[in-house]
């Protein structure tokens, strides 16, 4: 769903927030009633295209960030006990393995946060005798959260051509139908109550965004490898600009940009580069998809 689609559904729950509230008033218009179930089977089918095109089958963002970030935050905290222990022992080399901050986790891609939590609990695990400020219920709580952790953060992401299929693809037949209904609700509440009434400018007012749209250009740009997996360590750099990396979901969202043609490289460890030249249209969340293919 686009920017000026998103702006639409925003005036389309206003006008049944209006529908709600002067319900006594227009229960008196005659045909009113016939345009109403029209506009609320419109709304009701775009809300659940949209929710279509933004669903996953796996676990959400939120909850896979949050798990990700609840094993660097707790393995990061023993691992700093441990460093001042092996420290005040003597034992400056144990010290300097230990002595990891926690976005050595926190930011590294999926697997290798993974990989970093799991090395970081097991030189604990293995110096037990000297960290003894470590104890065998603290390794026990790492490797539930690592665990916790890596159990969602490869959970597989609805393909984007489905997305399309049950969202986008039946949004603009919908939205015909909720715009044609407003117009007919508009003209039988003026017929009724005049052009100049407190309802007439009600209704008028919660309409505001359908015409005008919200003008924002974004870009996101979803990346891929071979299988169609999300990319988590991928960068998105324009040609003379700025450089993104992918999010858990391969994903980068740029919030803001200029319309027009621009040029970016994505690329990622262990995959070809590929060179995407993209037109930017204004007022838009402008979607790209890359597949990047091994090397």
Known sequence: MDNEQRAKLDSYNRISD???????DIA??????LEKTAFDGAVEIINKAGQAQAAKTGASKPAVSTEKAAMAETVSKYSMRGMVKARQTGNLTLASELDE?????????????????????????????????????????????INAYDKIKDEPIESIQTKKVKGTDVLPPQFTIADGAITNMLALTVSYFGKDSE?????????ENINTGIRHTSILFTIVDAANAPVTDATVAEVDGKSYA???????LIDSHRNGTFHFEISAPGKQ????SAKIKRGEENDFT???MGV
């Open 290 to 292: 890359v597949k990047l």
């Open 199 to 207: 309802i007439a400018r009600a209704f008028k007012k919660a309409m």
């Open 28 to 33: 008196t218009i005659e045909g009113y009633d």
């Open 101 to 145: 901050p926690e976005s050595y986790i926190l930011f590294a891609p999926k697997t290798i946060a993974v990989q970093r939590a799991k090395e970081l609990r097991d030189l604990m695990n293995d110096n037990l005798v000297t960290l003894t400020t470590i104890t065998a219920a603290n390794i026990t709580e790492m490797t539930d959260a």
């Open 246 to 252: 992918t999010d858990e979901d391969g994903e980068v």
């Open 18 to 24: 209006f529908n709600e509230t002067y319900a006594a």
């Open 273 to 276: 580069t590929v060179k995407l």
